[in-house]
């Protein structure tokens, strides 16, 4: 299997490390051989190329039978004025591979519910997964900029769906709600935005396909009160790009650590066995204050990568076994800083690493 | 003075009722009087008049001292393709009277944290109040709309801010933090949005006007996920219309229940005794679940009409009589359904009105 894996910017290149480590472990152990190639991107490659994703970079993505990406940006290519961000070589990858349905699981380990805010009654029983339109809504359409005008500057970014767009991704629910409990939950705005308004008809429509799966539909700022408050009421959930974003950062809450998020980005329906090209990152991102510090947990990337085994490379029970190992680590009591109560000796990256 | 009020669907009526009452005991006690000019507005008014607004509520509004508003909506007109919905009348009255910078204050009650889902350690120092953009971005910018192509129908919404519309609603949250803990929190999300590039160098552009109050960036993913982690480390927040709508509903989860929080939403910096005209309405919806059963918590009306003492009638007394009212009747254990823990009886939304 030929991987590219792109680090990127802050922790992203120490956890993927691990995230690799992960794969050459399930190599070794199922006799798989993984032909590993580096690209650079986002921060870094603005730093040595003048962009965030070189064409080279793009090719090596293209060509390759899965992506492993850690996370861009920081502090230091955060200049309003800069032409470039290390963000535009994400979105660009992402846009470029059609990944427009980003699977973000939220599983909640009972070992971490000490290290929870929340009270752990209303963890009981949670197990969601959020698919995030990724590659369409205001992240990417046009017109997008700032102009001079004789009143000042104006600021504009657009928000624009084709039926078809949201359809596939909604498909992507569906599919996956088929497989678990068979309850969806579309997310729009559809009491003030135009897209929501497409958006539900669409999901509506649809519902007719998918006689065995429920379909609610929830606004988005009701959702984001639900989602914490109830959660356990939710199995999939589908969001536009931007409100997906929002609402999977505040479900890590449920997880104790957004640092124990994987998410896989895909071209079509997930289905395990299958080898379907896709991009793999954790959801958290370059987290510059503990870059270079080997502090930052890696169970994001390596579950990421379980997920690779498991939608790109075909390998279920490699996948699983990935799954298990992080899940044992966990149950030994073993912690990064992020999930340590206070008293614990926190693991550190590598460590955590090769204990999984 | 003269008040307009407008209820609107669902529970919005009952709940505004119990504001009015609390209106009416302040002036008993205090000799003032209000004078009540009540009108249709939302569904109630598509199905009297046809519109969602008519020109004489909106008038009414205009020449009224101040606005207490309800809620707006419900299922019976969800219809995707009506050609207008009862949220269009609020915004088009929150336009109309350029009530640009909504006040939205999260209190604690330290009585609730046993209903609350949050340990009670996160709630700790919890006092915060965000102010949302709420008369330009998502909700309003052209083009919005539908439009059917050979490729089938495409829906588009447009964010735009100019400067002046961001330094605006930016100067309303440094002016607070100024009068409080001197903290500022602005929202965005400048790694991928022109208008949040242009908002973030608006507040960094300001904060050289303030350097009594410490400036802080935040992307409102990390945000959404900060807020209920880290709740106390806020002090005022200022975001965007549709980041500031998804960011309350989910501050309400600090709050034991959304029943409890009031808004304020004005055209200028509020300013305790000054007598700006405002709009003041709860923050949470119609609940149609519940509406007609007398059971909602009528204390987002009274404290938003407490607000309205403060900043639109110059009572500053009154409005602080209102406030404590509350905070006793909370303290002697009373509790609506949606903060009663089992075994609480509950009292009834009028009964509540009747306490404080
Ligand atoms: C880094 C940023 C562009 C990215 C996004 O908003 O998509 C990140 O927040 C994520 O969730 O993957
Ligand atoms: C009813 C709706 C239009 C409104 C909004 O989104 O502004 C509501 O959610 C609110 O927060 O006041």
Redesign the pocket.
Known sequence: FNIAVLGGDGIGPEVTAEGVKAMQAVGRAFGHNFTLEYGDVGGISIDRHGTPLTDGVRELATSADAVLFG???GPKWDDPSAPTR??DG??AL?AHLNVFA?IRPVKVYPELTDSSVLKPHVLEGVDMVVV?E?TGGL?YAQPKGRTQTPQGIVGVDTMRYSESEIERVLRVGFELARGRRGKLTSVDKANVLETSRLWRATATRLADEYPDVELEHALVDACAMQIVLRPASYDVIVAE??F??IL??EAAILAASMGLLP?ASLSGVPEAGARTPGFY?P?H??APDIAGQGIANPCGSILSAAMMLRYSLGLTEEAAAVDRAVQTVLEQGYRTADIATAGDAATGTTQMGDLV
């Open positions: 996370a861009v940006g290390p963000e994400l979105l992402r980003n995030r990724l992240y790009n931007t997906g974003d999977t950062d998410s990152e959801i991102g370059t």
